[in-house]
């Protein structure tokens, strides 16, 4: 955005004044603030409970999951103290966000975790010398205990910190901006200032295109003054270009206005306009890739229109293949198959009115699979530990670790585990889905999950192996086989992921410079993470005959060969375009019409 290279130690941004950059890396940062508190972390560990170095080891070079982000805050907060007025943190997509936002709370529990190892350590030395010295690992955990209270104070606190909101004049952005406020609020977060970004202006001419998207705008922020009457609310207009450098920020800045509340009515249902599109050959959402696979992810950056290019495929890939059974599913927060749909769709797979019977639809409760998951997990680790504390001394602390270990459970296993369960119901023999297509959360957060799978099977696989400790009781407990299923099915997972045969990766885009260059970034990882992706669709191509809508049209152009030279070293590629439409497919039968008007573009 700013047309500078950044990287991860603040430089200072040439012709922006006293401005300073920096991308912060926070693994990096996590590296770097573990590795003087490993030898301290390692000896609590084996202090306070049966394990011994090799399994301390073990665990330790597990990342401490979710830590990283949390170490990611700490040191905002750190660079904030360098002598800045102020620090602007630009933080990842809303779910992300929220948990990150989240985080501190997971110090003050890791805090607890370790206090209660060294409890025993504390009650041994009391017992043995008659009263106990505090030490260096009580001091750490004092230190952690500290760092999270003050880092969730400081994000409550008006004076320090201000929290602004970026969202569109679309009614899906504003449905999960509202869910997300309301989060931020419950957890006593307040946001202060709601930016509306990409806002139309009047075309200069007359224009059906602007127009049309002119009222769907008036219309998704008409509820906006009832809704968010407490917020300062501000608007910049759409730009012919996306804003790059310097100076064209500058101007950007000088855009920014007061969202005229007042005027907002809500106007009619626009009339229906589709942008046309250069003549290449139509092609069918079913038979843009191959009939073997069994789960197709559809992912990219936020506010590209996934969720209505799964939807879309989805419909009309089970209406190719009436014999087969599907299953749309989404572990959004934002419930945006809902709002594609305009049905209400729950964690019980359903199908739609309209759209072909053998098509279920699900939005998974991530948050209830993981209650779930820890329930059966407590009451494992309960009836393994009733068995053995009355034999070995140490046993007691080790069951509230063990109890404790759920609630560390890295940011993001909540879907995965949720996933895991799909992937078993796909790779079982008399499977019920021939397959799955996933509508996933925005860029960074899809990768991470997708990562995640592995970093929870060592995590699992470590657990197994302490556990090998209490042999007797866990190969046939309930606990053992607890965590002999999670493995099974993250290792399922990991295979299917593997398997280009099988499992393929769509990468959604615009015709713009941010989300193609994202896009790239994407396709890198993944070709690191070894998942198979080799179809791209830059969505809603093309725009109105104004003067503005023709300078968009250009710069989609210039976009496009952009991305055939980013593509052109990956072999196979394919480009897939949709026609922009106003307003916006919803509902079974415009999503239907929508999906045969997608053309190959390459
Ligand atoms: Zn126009």
Not at 8 to 23: E, H, I, Q
Not at 146 to 169: F, I, K, M, N, Q
Not at 289 to 313: D, E, M, N, Y
Request: contains cysteine.
């Amino acid at each position: 955005v700013l047309g500078v290279p950044v990287g991860s130690t603040p430089v200072l941004v040439r012709g922006a004044g006293r401005l300073d950059a920096v991308n912060l890396d926070a693994l990096a940062a996590f590296a770097a603030w573990l590795e003087p508190r490993r030898p301290l972390l390692a000896s609590i560990a084996i202090r306070g409970t049966y394990l011994d170095e090799e399994d301390v080891g073990r665990l330790l070079q597990l990342s401490l999951p979710g830590i990283d982000e949390v170490i990611g805050l700490l040191a905002v907060t750190a660079i904030g103290s360098r002598g800045y007025d102020d620090v602007v943190v630009d933080t990842a997509p809303t779910g992300h966000t929220l948990r990150l936002l989240s985080a501190p709370a997971l110090l003050e529990r890791v805090a607890e975790f370790l206090d209660a190892l060294h409890a025993h350590h504390r009650d041994v030395v009391s017992a043995l010398r008659g009263r106990y010295v505090s030490d260096s690992a009580d001091a750490l955990i004092a230190e952690l205990d500290r760092d999270g209270r003050s880092l969730a104070a400081t994000l409550r606190d008006p004076s320090t910190t201000r929290l602004s909101w970026v969202t569109l004049p679309e009614p899906m952005a504003l449905e999960e901006t509202s869910d997300a406020l309301m989060a931020l609020t419950a957890d006593g977060l307040h946001v202060h200032t709601l930016v509306v970004n990409r806002v139309t202006e009047p075309p200069n001419e007359p224009c059906e295109w602007c127009q049309a998207r002119r009222l769907f705008e008036a219309r998704a922020l008409a509820p906006l003054h009832r809704r968010f009457a407490a917020l300062d609310l501000v608007t910049l207009p759409e730009l012919e270009r996306e804003p790059r450098g310097i100076a064209a920020l500058r101007d950007v800045a000088r855009k920014l206005a007061p969202l005229e509340i007042a005027g907002l009515t809500s106007p009619p249902v626009p009339r229906r306009v589709v942008a046309q599109l250069d003549a290449a050959p139509l092609v069918r959402p079913s038979a843009m890739l191959p009939q073997t696979l069994r789960w197709i992810l559809f992912g990219g950056k936020g506010g590209v229109g996934k969720s209505t290019c799964a939807a879309a495929f989805a419909i009309d890939l089970a209406g190719s293949a009436p014999s087969r059974r599907f299953l749309l599913m989404s572990t959004d927060p934002a419930h945006s198959l809902s709002d594609v749909f305009g049905a209400v769709i729950g964690d019980r797979p359903r199908s739609i009115d309209g759209a072909p019977p053998n098509l279920h639809v699900r939005e998974i409760d991530v948050a209830n699979v993981l209650d779930d998951f820890r329930r059966r997990y407590l009451e494992s680790v309960d009836a393994v530990f009733e068995r053995v504390t009355r034999e070995l001394a140490g046993a007691s602390t080790d069951r509230t670790a063990f109890r404790q270990l759920v609630d560390l459970a890295p940011p993001g296993v909540d879907e995965v585990i949720a996933i895991a369960d799909v992937a078993e119901a796909l790779t079982e023999p008399g499977a019920r889905y021939s397959a799955v297509v996933s509508d996933t959360a925005p860029t960074g957060h899809a990768l991470r999950l997708l990562q995640t799978p592995e970093v929870l099977r060592d995590w699992t696989q470590a657990l197994m192996a302490i556990l090998l400790k209490y042999r007797e009781v866990v190969s046939s407990g309930p606990l053992g086989r607890l965590l002999v299923q999670l493995s099974r099915r993250l290792r399922g997972l990991s295979t299917l992921v593997a398997d280009p045969r099988q499992a393929q990766f769509v990468v959604v885009t615009r015709p713009a410079r941010l989300p193609r260059e994202e896009s790239t970034r994407l396709r890198e990882n993944l070709r690191n993470l070894k998942l198979a992706s080799t179809t791209t669709i830059v969505n809603a191509l093309g725009a109105g005959t104004c003067t503005r809508c023709r300078k968009q049209i250009r710069a989609q152009a210039d976009e496009m060969t952009q991305l055939r030279a980013d593509l052109r070293s990956q072999s196979p590629y394919a480009i897939i375009g949709t026609p922009a439409v106003m307003p916006p497919p919803h509902g079974v039968r415009a999503l239907s019409a929508w999906a045969c008007t997608w053309r190959r573009l390459e």
